[in-house]
């Protein structure tokens, strides 16, 4: 039997999990992009920081969305770090409510609800328009279908008489120190080897509510827990960018620094806890009433974790200036970080976690990079042009093709994560953005191919006898200046900023291409049938020309498809 029951235990763990994860996931798919307005315009200051990023992590459930979320408005220029950890503070508040349903859920007997709660999700699920509600309700039912298991599991395992389990426990110094250090420890590997405070949370509760798990052991499990879940973040974060990395230490520090302080404060602290809850800590085993003071744990357990986050944020919120100072002393920027030759994603990162619907924001500001990576590439091939000496050339060349490889990488991996994150379920809304941002990677890489494609046109003209004219130059360089002047205004608007945004301007400047390389190939044809130049020099001459007007409709395509997504925001 006690293998069905450990099959019972772990089987009601993934249950919790995954209910979490699902309510997660469909909040913030109905949540849209909504949150990330709520939080660019409400972190002001420190304490409306904070206070939005409760209010975004209490609405989401999930603390990783709203780190997530803030280190790429940090990344974007939108947040600065200060206003970056207040917000991280605030989540760590939030995060205090999946404590309290857990709690509410251990309770009593809330399985015998879960079952009206499924058949009205799959309702709503085959429904279409109330899909996600369908989905969130789906989430509730299956975690408290996995509270309400995991309650029964404790108590057909009967660990309140369990000889075995209580003399692990008893052996064990509740007055000691180092009992407290162990069982912080404890939860913080634990933590991180399930990847879920929330899994740890839950059997703490089930050992500390069924008497086994005296509460001090208790309650630095579940310091502990606030460790373990800093450390998961900052080993994911290692091959993220330093922004990322600085936020995911700053998260760490906040929460090293109140576990040392509660450390200090420990009984006394407790015992504030346990009198607003009015659970009696002094109440031993065998005494009256003891199994109905043990079943309060549950609750003492999340007001411990609610007050630890609040006094800790009430404390910390006003040293954030030094806390960024002694942050960004200990995370450095890796050296070379800002190589613009070597290939590097420098927003989206595999290591950090992301949550489906806000990595959006993350592709779209890796777009804009490449975008900008693109234009610089152009300017070489403008300086290739006119560039005489042989070993100068050489390396300038060499590099464009080494540019050229980065633009086929950049595009891949974009693609890729875009495609990662499109097998999740995601709303129609960013649906519609991650099909514009694959058309928007696609033309990206096409305007990269055409830039190599004129510095080779160039690289031939050099290996020939034959030269430009100087009204063969006159009339590139001025391509060239309407060229460079179209991929300013795709940056502009793949920037999102509104300052010198003219989306008429990209269309009239592709116009204005259009009609000069009309302009010149006719001119072409007479000049070369007046012997003013060779064919062959004159093939190549046109060959430019007609590879910058490819690129300018490339622009134009890009340009379309922002707008599309621009139109659909709005």
Same mark, same amino acid.
Not at 493 to 512: C, P, T
């Given at each position: 039997m ?13 249950l ?7 309510m ?6 109905m ?12 972190t002001t ?25 803030t ?17 991280i ?14 709690? &509410?859920?251990?309770?009593?007997? !809330? ?13 709503l ?54 009992t ?5 420890l ?5 933590? #991180?080897?399930?990847q879920?405070? &929330?899994?740890?949370?839950a059997?703490?509760? !089930? ?8 509460i001090?052991q208790? !309650? $630095? ?9 800093t ?6 974060? *290692?091959? $993220?960018?330093?922004? &990322?990395?600085r ?22 602290f ?11 800590d ?6 009256p ?9 549950s609750?003492?357990?999340a ?19 030094q ?13 070379n ?10 927003f ?22 490449f975008?900008?990576r ?28 080494k540019?050229?490889g ?11 994560y ?10 129609d809304?960013?649906k ?6 694959l ?43 309407l ?5 300013s205004? #795709?940056?502009v ?20 291409i ?5 302009? *010149?190939?006719?001119q072409?044809?007479?000049d070369v ?9 004159g093939? #190549?001459?046109?060959?430019? !020309? ?5 690129l ?19």
């Open positions: 006690s293998i069905w029951i450990f099959f019972k235990l772990i089987g009601s763990l993934a919790l999990m995954y209910g979490m994860k699902s997660s996931e469909s909040l913030q798919k949540a849209g992009s909504q949150l990330r307005h709520v939080l660019q315009a409400m200051n420190r304490i409306a920081g904070m206070l939005t990023g409760t209010f975004i992590t209490a609405s989401v459930q999930s603390s990783t969305a709203t780190t997530v979320m280190v790429s408005f940090v990344n974007a220029g939108l947040l600065t770090l200060a206003q970056a950890i207040s917000v503070m605030g989540a760590n508040i939030g995060t205090t409510l999946t404590a309290w349903i857990m709690s &509410a859920g251990f309770s009593f007997n !809330i399985t015998d609800f879960v079952y009206p709660a499924f058949f009205i999700a799959i309702i699920i085959y429904s279409k328009k109330r899909k996600s509600f369908g989905d969130f309700l789906f989430g509730i039912a299956f975690m408290f279908l996995g509270l309400g298991t995991l309650r029964q599991t404790g108590i057909d395992m009967d660990l309140g008489g369990n000889e075995a389990v209580l003399g692990f426990f008893a052996s064990f110094d509740p007055d000691s120190f180092v407290t250090i162990v069982f912080l404890l939860g913080s590997v634990l933590t #991180m080897c399930v879920s405070s &929330a899994a740890i949370m059997i703490t509760m !089930i050992l500390c509510s069924s008497g086994v798990l005296p001090y208790g !309650i $630095a499990l579940v310091m502990g827990e606030n460790i373990g879940t450390v998961t973040s900052n080993l994911a974060a *290692l091959t $993220a960018n330093t922004q &990322a990395r936020a995911a230490f700053a998260h760490m520090f906040f929460n090293l620094f109140g576990v040392v302080w509660v450390l200090c404060v420990f009984r006394p407790i015992h504030v806890v346990c009198s607003v809850v009015g659970y009696d002094t109440m031993v085993k065998g005494e009433g003891f199994m109905a003071n043990a079943a309060k744990l609750f003492v357990l007001a411990f974790h609610t007050m630890f986050n609040i006094t800790n944020t009430a404390i910390l919120i006003w040293f954030i200036p806390i960024e100072k002694i942050v960004c002393r200990v995370i450095k920027p890796r050296r970080a800002e190589d613009e030759d070597d290939f590097r994603l420098r989206i990162s595999g290591g950090i976690m992301q949550t489906p619907e806000l990595s959006v924001l993350e592709a779209r500001k890796e777009i804009q990079s975008a900008e693109i234009q610089r590439m152009f300017s070489m091939v403008r300086e290739l042009l006119a560039t005489k000496d042989e070993s100068a050339f050489v390396k300038l060349f060499t590099r464009i093709e540019y050229e980065i633009s086929d990488n950049m595009e891949i991996e974009i693609a890729k875009l495609d990662e994150v499109s097998d999740a379920h995601l709303s809304e960013t519609a953005k991650i099909r514009a941002m058309r928007e990677i696609s033309e990206i890489e096409s305007i990269g191919d055409s830039c190599y494609n004129v510095a080779r046109t160039i690289n031939r003209k050099i290996k020939g006898k034959e030269d430009f004219t100087e009204k063969q130059y006159e009339h590139l360089h001025q391509m060239f200046e060229t460079d002047d179209c991929l205004q #795709m940056n608007m793949l920037s999102g900023r509104k300052d010198n945004l003219d989306v008429n301007r990209s269309f009239n400047i592709e116009n204005e259009n009609n000069y390389r009309n302009q *010149l190939k006719s072409n044809i007479n049938n007046n012997h003013e130049y060779t064919y062959a020099i093939t #190549m001459y046109m060959d430019i !020309i007609s590879e910058c007007e490819k300018g409709d490339y622009v134009i395509n890009v340009v379309e498809a922002r707008m599309g997504t621009k139109q659909r925001e709005a």
